[in-house]
């Protein structure tokens, strides 16, 4: 009984600490961001075209500057309960964080190999499976997105359009991947079992999208539309997860997840203009999927190691659903811990409405 406790008090204990921690790094990007966003509103008017574009590069720049400056302030002056323990890696937290964004030389290649996979593989079949078997899914996401300021861009003509979508999809990708990924993921696993910071990171990106259900517009659809959402963005942040925990390199995400947001934008904004779904699956999607398949069957063929590094990451997912022996784990620890991640993830998203919205 009492090591069945300790197993569950050694579970709290862990997530607790990383939440804390969470919340002292979400706080500091909120004061990176609300002083320069302020002064935006202030200096351009929410109607401009450039108001959409230069919101997004703010909160770019914001959480780059934010995270590893905040967890070299915690790593400084608070006594990390992770510093004695044993990592792959024993430099700091800053150091590990931005080693997340280098291309050492002669791998510029393979990163940018790694993000096309995961564009065709993963974002690419992905969304056009939502939008060919719901076709409401692009009507519904062009009626929210439009409604707001930053994203007024989707109703502009297609070069201001063009200009706009660049900016912005980069910058949300730098910043959706810093936090979630880079952060969240890649931190919380070096507080407890990396499976478990992989499903509370992705948990967290899935809820932050299912948020759009409290959207007015979303009242004129099915509650299951916001959750299709959750569902497609829980499921893409599993798999860049188990990236990012493997490689230990961000860019290949943040090219995948900006270029995918192009694609999809494009999908969008071709809806508003008017045109059918039909349309843009024929002249966007279906040449897209060819090159899926292409690359695919390229990649199973030519480099194995890859099918096998996909193979163990899912390997490694699912022993998240079996009892960690290495503590002790009873069957009842097993399911506390699944819980209490969930938990953990809500949690998260609490405190991102909190500093973050």
């Keep these: 009984m009492e090591t069945r406790n300790t197993t569950k008090k050694k579970i709290v204990v862990d997530r607790g600490r990383f939440v804390l921690e969470v919340m002292i790094v979400f706080f500091g990007i909120c004061l990176f961001m609300i002083i320069p966003l302020l002064f935006l509103r202030l200096l351009i008017d929410v109607k401009s075209t450039f108001y959409g574009p230069l919101y997004y590069l703010l909160r770019a720049l914001g959480i780059l500057i934010a995270i590893p400056l905040f ?5 400084k002056f608070l ?3 992770i510093k004695n323990h044993s990592l792959e890696d024993d430099s700091s937290p800053v150091s590990r964080h931005l080693n997340l964004y280098s291309v050492p030389g002669g791998y510029f290649k393979q990163q940018l190999l790694y993000g096309i996979l995961i564009l065709f593989i993963v974002f690419i079949p992905l969304d056009f499976l939502t939008y060919f078997l719901i076709p409401e899914m692009l009507e519904f996401t062009g009626n929210v997105l439009s409604t707001q300021a930053t994203d007024a861009y989707l109703l502009r003509g297609y070069f201001v359009f063009l200009f706009s979508v660049i900016i912005i999809q980069i910058s949300v990708a730098i910043y959706e991947e810093s936090l979630t990924r880079g952060f969240l993921t890649m931190r919380g696993g070096e507080y407890f079992h990396k499976i478990s910071a992989v499903i509370i990171s992705s948990l967290y990106f899935g809820l932050m999208h299912f948020l759009y259900y409290f959207h007015p517009i979303s009242r004129n659809y099915p ?6 959402w959750f569902l497609q963005t829980f499921t893409v942040g599993i798999m860049l997860s188990i990236f990012i925990v493997k490689k230990k ?3 290949p995400l943040i090219f995948a997840h900006a270029l995918n947001n192009i694609i999809s ?3 969008v904004w071709n809806y508003l203009q008017g045109n059918d779904f039909s349309l843009v699956a024929i002249y966007l999607y279906f040449p897209l999927l060819i090159i899926s398949g292409f690359i695919a069957v390229l990649f199973i063929i ?3 190691r890859i099918k096998q590094g996909i193979s163990t990451g899912f390997d490694e997912f699912k022993i998240y659903f ?8 009873s069957k009842s620890d097993l ?11 809500l949690l998260i998203l609490i405190i991102g409405l909190f500093f973050l919205i």
Excluded: C, Q, T
């Design 302 to 304: 030519y480099f194995p």
């Design 322 to 329: 079996k009892k960690d022996d290495s503590i002790g784990e």
């Design 249 to 251: 390199k961000i860019w």
């Design 265 to 267: 934008a494009h999908a």
């Design 223 to 228: 509650v299951w539309f916001p959750l299709i």
């Design 71 to 75: 967890l070299f302030i915690l790593n």
């Design 335 to 345: 399911y506390f811990r699944v819980f209490f991640d969930f938990l953990i993830g």
């Design 79 to 81: 006594d990390s309960p």
